[in-house]
T-cell receptor, first 113, second 120 residues
Framework: GNSVTQMEGPVTLSEEAFLTINCTYTATGYPSLFWYVQYPGEGLQLLLKATKADDKGSNKGFEATYRKETTSFHLEKGSVQVSDSAVYFCALGRIQGAQKLVFGQGTRLTINP | KAGVTQTPRYLIKTRGQQVTLSCSPISGHRSVSWYQQTPGQGLQFLFEYFSETQRNKGNFPGRFSGRQFSNSRSEMNVSTLELGDSALYLC???????????????????FGPGTRLTVL
């Protein structure tokens, strides 16, 4: 079936550290891949996306590359800030022709000053 | 452009009751999807509505139902509430994914702030 596995959290880093959150997926067909972020008390915001293999999504210093050979979409940022503290979700979309998302379990990120 | 709005933001009910949650999509968006978020199960897809018709459904019991109105606003209903229904219910709107299969154009979903339902 279609599923997403994310690196287990929580993750705690110091400001300006390098961030990687691992995400691997299992899917039929040609899914699109997404990273969403959820701040406390809020809904989900799209952080970045990639719609086909080898695409790189980027936004606000975050990057992720759609790797079909390793079925991965790891999230990276070179220098994190306290304001990046949130829960991050990796997700599959466009699954079997459906307008729906399949999410990973989420990774809680805390950045200490 | 106003974002997705959900009402109410918080709700407390008791077991056995029923509840209706409302979602107003972004103007011009015709597809509305609902998701349930719990600490144990994470984010799970409930259903998607387009043109007042349920187009896709997740793996939830029949107690969970929804509908969409001609103005694209959507409601979801949960009957005979159970303790395990306590969750954050998120609504997302988008332009519909037109086409089918691998040719379907997937459109980004924009999420509302959610309705926090507590069942006592």
């Amino acid at each position: 079936g279609n599923s997403v596995t994310q690196m287990e959290g929580p993750v705690t880093l110091s400001e300006e550290a390098f961030l990687t959150i691992n995400c691997t997926y299992t899917a039929t067909g040609y899914p699109s891949l997404f990273w969403y972020v959820q701040y406390p008390g809020e809904g989900l915001q799209l952080l970045l996306k990639a719609t086909k293999a080898d695409d790189k999504g980027s936004n606000k210093g975050f990057e992720a590359t759609y790797r079909k050979e390793t079925t991965s979409f790891h999230l990276e940022k070179g220098s994190v800030q306290v304001s990046d503290s949130a829960v991050y979700f990796c997700a599959l979309g466009r699954i079997q022709g459906a307008q729906k998302l399949v999410f990973g379990q989420g990774t809680r990120l805390t950045i200490n000053p | 452009k106003a974002g997705v709005t959900q009402t109410p933001r918080y709700l407390i009910k008791t077991r056995g009751q029923q509840v209706t949650l409302s979602c107003s999509p972004i103007s011009g968006h015709r597809s509305v999807s609902w998701y349930q978020q719990t600490p144990g199960q994470g984010l799970q897809f409930l259903f998607e509505y387009f043109s007042e018709t349920q187009r896709n459904k997740g793996n939830f019991p029949g107690r969970f139902s929804g509908r969409q109105f001609s103005n694209s606003r959507s409601e979801m209903n949960v009957s005979t509430l159970e303790l395990g229904d306590s969750a954050l219910y998120l609504c997302a709107s988008s332009q519909p994914g037109l086409g089918s299969g691998t040719l379907m154009k997937y459109n980004e979903q924009f999420f509302g702030p959610g309705t926090r339902l507590t069942v006592l």
